[in-house]
């Protein structure tokens, strides 16, 4: 008997449960609202995700190329092709998302697909539509990590439509993260650099 694994078969079942959570989430946000769709994703955070992650302010304490690294070795296992570039001030990974981006890539969205959220604030990246899978990064990625300790693990700018990749940026530093990001997030930078939800 053959143990390798059969990569074409994980991949599909990776695809079922990425279209799985897709359907849940949208059945979710039309039946009882988009801020139910916040609140499961929430819940999923603190029940599952909180406890399997690094400390935020741990993140933080390594060097960007290394939060770079381990970024792209995650988007690159959910089938992403991903492209460095890099400044001063970040690196910037930009990929093709295996994931939430090939739902928006195949058309699973609009009346007769999945849900997507139209009413803007941080879990939409400030956007007037989010397809719902998308809305796990500004959740899991983003606000909790500044709830739970000051600063999001990634700052994120996923597609907008069909074949536009999801950008993560990558701060050196979280003095670097600017300011409208902290705007978009609903949060405010202290002098102290402490950051805070008002």
Same mark, same amino acid.
């Not at 990776?14 to 039309?30: K, T, Y």
């Not at 959910?78 to 460095?84: F, K, Q, S, W, Y």
């Not at 536009?164 to 609903?186: F, M, Q």
């Given at each position: 008997?053959?143990?390798? &694994? *059969?990569?074409?078969?994980?991949?599909?079942?990776?695809?079922?449960?990425?279209? =799985?959570?897709?359907?849940?989430?949208?059945?979710?946000?039309?039946?009882?609202?988009?801020?139910?769709?916040?609140?499961?994703?929430? %819940?999923?955070?603190?029940?599952?995700?909180? %406890?399997?992650?690094?400390?935020?302010? +741990?993140? =933080?304490?390594?060097?960007?190329?290394?939060?770079?690294?381990?970024?792209?070795?995650?988007?690159?296992?959910?089938?992403?092709?991903? !492209?460095?570039? !890099?400044?001063?001030?970040?690196?910037?990974?930009?990929?093709?998302?295996?994931?939430?981006?090939?739902?928006? *890539? !195949?058309?699973?969205?609009?009346?007769?697909?999945?849900?997507?959220?139209?009413?803007?604030?941080?879990?939409?990246?400030?956007?007037?539509?989010?397809?719902?899978?998308?809305?796990? $990064?500004?959740?899991?990625? !983003?606000?909790?990590?500044?709830? =739970?300790?000051?600063?999001?693990?990634?700052? +994120?700018?996923?597609?907008?439509?069909?074949?536009?990749? $999801?950008?993560?940026?990558?701060?050196?530093?979280?003095?670097?993260?600017?300011?409208?990001? =902290?705007?978009?997030?609903?949060?405010?930078?202290?002098?102290?650099?402490?950051?805070?939800? &008002?």
């Amino acid at each position: 008997m053959d143990d390798s &694994p *059969d990569l074409d078969r994980i991949r599909r079942l990776q695809q079922h449960s990425v279209n =799985w959570i897709a359907s849940l989430l949208s059945h979710v946000g039309r039946t009882y609202g988009e801020s139910a769709v916040e609140s499961a994703l929430r %819940a999923t955070g603190e029940d599952f995700l909180r %406890a399997r992650r690094m400390d935020p302010t +741990e993140w =933080w304490e390594l060097p960007a190329e290394a939060r770079a690294r381990a970024l792209t070795r995650s988007m690159s296992a959910n089938g992403a092709t991903v !492209e460095a570039t !890099e400044s001063e001030s970040e690196i910037t990974l930009s990929f093709r998302c295996g994931t939430g981006g090939r739902l928006i *890539d !195949e058309g699973r969205y609009g009346p007769d697909g999945y849900l997507t959220l139209n009413e803007p604030g941080p879990m939409t990246f400030g956007r007037d539509e989010l397809p719902v899978y998308c809305a796990h $990064c500004s959740i899991h990625n !983003e606000l909790q990590p500044i709830e =739970w300790a000051g600063l999001p693990m990634t700052v +994120e700018d996923p597609p907008t439509g069909p074949g536009e990749p $999801c950008v993560h940026h990558v701060y050196r530093t979280s003095a670097d993260i600017p300011d409208d990001v =902290w705007v978009r997030l609903g949060t405010i930078r202290h002098a102290t650099g402490q950051d805070h939800i &008002p």
